[in-house]
């Protein structure tokens, strides 16, 4: 290891170790190849002593890392934000009363909008309903 610091070269690509880290944390090849893009533009476009880094290998680790950890947070969201089947039933059960051409209760936009999202009623069904 140098005992000072060297920028990242702008030929850099990541080694087959580099890419079988990134592998570990359930990165396709697509991914790695984006995210070492990133990482070349991010640290060679970076002015002064901060793109300077002893080990670069660990900068990409903890660089695919965050990427994992930012991953995860996403499609853990994603869980969360999913319909349940008894969110599910209710969004039926609105948009079969917005189609309904008398007596409309007005449900709020954003609920509406779930409903056109769930493919129970159209982008018109929902504007006619507001």
């Known amino acids: 290891m140098p005992d000072r610091g060297t920028r990242l070269s702008?030929?850099?690509?990541?080694?087959?170790?580099?890419?079988?880290?990134?592998?570990?944390l359930s990165m396709t090849q697509d991914q790695i190849r984006l995210e070492a893009e990133k990482f070349?533009?991010?640290?060679?476009?970076?002015p002064g002593q901060r793109a300077c880094k002893l080990n670069w290998e660990a900068t990409w680790r903890n660089?695919?890392?965050?990427?994992?950890?930012?991953?995860?947070?996403?499609?853990q969201a994603?869980?969360?934000?999913?319909?349940?089947?008894?969110?599910?039933?209710?969004?039926?059960d609105?948009?079969?009363?917005?189609?309904?051409?008398?007596?409309?209760?007005?449900?709020p936009r954003d609920v509406l909008e779930r409903c056109v999202d769930a493919e129970l009623l159209t982008r018109d069904e929902m504007e006619e309903a507001l």
Not at 40 to 46: I, N, Q, S
């Open 78 to 92: 994603f869980q969360a934000a999913r319909p349940t089947p008894e969110t599910d039933r209710a969004l039926q």
């Open 10 to 24: 702008e030929t850099w690509v990541p080694t087959d170790k580099d890419i079988a880290y990134a592998e570990s």
């Open 63 to 75: 660089w695919v890392r965050k990427d994992y950890a930012t991953r995860q947070k996403r499609s």
């Open 94 to 107: 609105i948009a079969a009363v917005a189609k309904k051409p008398w007596g409309r209760y007005r449900y």
């Open 40 to 46: 070349r533009d991010y640290w060679t476009a970076l």
